[in-house]
């Protein structure tokens, strides 16, 4: 996937990222492609918690999906807000571990996206 950085805007806390090139994924059947131009902050992690759990990396493009679905809450409609993003959440572990995370620390980021996604689906 190829990325370029974008500095925070006013406002913003966070550096985000632009996709440059459309890419597509499948999920829940279909294939969704996530447009050039789309910006996204990879996983949400503290700076502090890095070391445990890094932002990038392996992460890298399991958190572009998400980040996509989450933005359209894709699936919703079809299959009601709670289970789309529990699907969402399931996709995001798959991929984590499909990447070559470990399996612990890829629960631990699923169990975050848990625990503090639903603010960010909803938004």
Do not use: N
């Not at 996530?34 to 918690?49: E, L, N, Q």
């Not at 990396?57 to 709670?82: M, N, V």
């Amino acid at each position: 996937m190829h990325l370029e950085k974008v500095e925070p805007g006013p406002g913003e806390k966070s550096t985000r990222f632009r996709v440059l090139i459309d890419c597509q994924f499948e999920h829940l059947g279909r294939i969704y492609t996530i447009p050039a131009g789309f910006k996204t902050d990879f996983s949400s992690v503290p700076r502090p918690i890095w070391p445990i759990i890094p932002p990038h990396g392996l992460a890298t493009i399991p958190s572009i999906k998400h980040d996509y679905l989450y933005d359209f809450q894709i699936g919703e409609k079809e299959i009601g807000r709670k289970r789309a993003r529990q699907e969402a959440d399931q996709a995001f572990l798959r991929d984590l571990i499909e990447e070559g995370m470990k399996p612990a620390q890829a629960r631990l980021m699923y169990g975050m996206v848990r625990l503090f996604g639903r603010p960010f689906w909803i938004h």
